[in-house]
């Protein structure tokens, strides 16, 4: 079964850039439609991205659409968050997911049942 490790997290000042790393181990991720998610305490988690395991067809929520672009790395098995024009609002706790079933488009409504253990992603000045 494929695991799933993020990396890239940290501080950055408001209107920065972070590149966040999906990696995965035990199997190879192309196969996979991919969901990053993102989650700030007492809130729930929010599903802000995903690419799709037949196309590589990508979805964005609205809150990050045109500033965060997700892409697959397969030379190091891994799926890619580049984050730019960040703002404190995107400050949370980070993670990727993998979906359970193949489906020929992606949705963070999906079901996913391997989840990363996450990376804290600070915006702050």
């Known amino acids: 079964q494929v695991q799933l490790a993020e990396s890239g997290g940290g501080l950055v000042q408001p209107g920065g850039s972070l590149r966040l790393s999906c990696a995965a181990s035990?199997?190879?991720?192309?196969?996979?439609?991919i969901g990053w998610f993102r989650q700030v305490p007492g809130k729930e988690r929010e599903g802000i991205s995903c690419?799709?395991?037949?196309?590589?067809?990508?979805w964005y929520a609205d809150s990050v659409k045109g500033r965060f672009s997700i892409s697959r790395d397969n030379a190091n098995n891994a799926v890619v968050l580049e984050m730019s024009g960040l703002k404190p609002e995107d400050t949370a706790v980070y993670y990727c997911?993998?979906?359970?079933?193949?489906?020929?488009?992606?949705?963070?409504?999906?079901?996913?049942?391997?989840w990363g253990q996450g990376t804290q992603v600070t915006v702050s000045s």
């Open positions: 035990g199997s190879t991720l192309a196969y996979y439609g």
């Open positions: 690419i799709s395991a037949t196309d590589d067809s990508t």
């Open positions: 997911a993998s979906e359970r079933f193949v489906h020929y488009s992606c949705s963070v409504l999906h079901e996913f049942d391997v």
